[in-house]
């Protein structure tokens, strides 16, 4: 299905469009369908709920795959959020995510402690996390009324060997059900704070931009209720379009195609 769209810019979700999965194999036809979007001189910026990769790694793994991708195209969850709690000066925080991020955020300025004193509790995925770890947000969020910062809302995801993981939307469900006097806040899709900025880095307005991916339901519905035109590519979460059955039609993408490299590019042929 393809509604008539002619954007001047591009938000890209990673996972499933670009690449299959975290193995980072490029998805068929998305290397060079990228690289003549950016031969046409259009802005894109991929946009992603990653949080188990530094940005500057994530965006080297990318282009060690032949794609025309720097770090300044690469807009994550984990990056966004480092920003967002540096912006307010949550500088201390009980880091829930991976433990190997420890010194990424230590670089950025942010002090992950694993109990104690914090401004803030911080979940990103985090395949091994125990109960024994969660329950140290327990005092911070119920006696001391700090924020809950969810670097996305992922349910479950598959891990780099295939393995389907919780994800720190579960997580989150379950503190947030904790009903602390603190705020509850979401960085990555579908909160429409890493929308705006990356709708701020291609420098386009919403009606004029294209988001795709493989997710019309935790990625495509925001989009559209921002004003966006949307893509939903079936090389990835799901393999026809069913599950558009679960949004309302008024959220139903404007283009379906089985691949990015199918997606028509404006003033060029998609060969
Ligand atoms: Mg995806």
């Not at 509604?3 to 591009?10: A, D, E, F, L």
């Not at 010194?103 to 996390?129: F, M, T, W």
């Not at 119920?142 to 479950?156: A, K, P």
């Not at 989150?172 to 909160?191: H, I, M, N, W």
Request: negative net charge; glycine residues 10%; aromatic residues 6%.
């Amino acid at each position: 299905m393809q509604r008539p769209v002619s954007p001047r810019g591009y938000l890209i979700d990673i996972e499933g469009v670009l690449v299959h999965d975290k193995r980072y194999v490029p998805v068929e036809g998305s290397v060079g369908w990228l690289e003549r979007v950016a031969a046409a001189g259009m802005p894109f910026c991929l946009v992603s709920n990653n949080t188990t990769h530094r940005p500057a790694s994530l965006a080297a793994s990318l282009a060690a795959a032949g794609f025309p991708v720097t770090a300044e195209h690469l807009l994550t969850a984990l990056g966004l959020g480092v920003r967002w709690l540096r912006e307010r000066n949550l500088r201390r925080i009980l880091w829930l995510g991976q433990d190997d991020l420890r010194d990424y955020l230590a670089d950025e300025g942010i002090e992950a402690v694993e109990a104690g004193s914090c401004d803030a509790v911080v979940l990103g995925a985090n395949p091994v996390l125990t109960v024994a770890a969660l329950e140290k947000a327990l005092e911070p969020l119920m006696e001391n009324g700090v924020d809950l910062i969810c670097l996305n809302r992922n349910t479950h995801f598959h891990d780099g060997r295939g393995i389907l993981r919780y994800g720190p939307g579960a997580w989150a469900a379950c503190l947030e059900a904790l009903g602390g006097r603190g705020r509850v806040v979401t960085v990555g899709k579908p909160s429409e704070t890493i929308y705006n900025e990356g709708l701020n880095r291609v420098g386009v307005a919403p009606s004029e931009t294209l988001f795709i991916s493989d997710d019309p339901i935790a990625d495509l519905a925001t989009a559209s209720r921002m004003g966006m035109r949307t893509a939903f590519v079936l090389s990835g979460k799901y393999r026809d379009h069913e599950v558009l059955g679960r949004l309302a039609e008024v959220n139903w993408p404007d283009v379906i195609c089985a691949r990015l490299g199918d997606i028509a590019i404006p003033g060029k042929r998609n060969d």
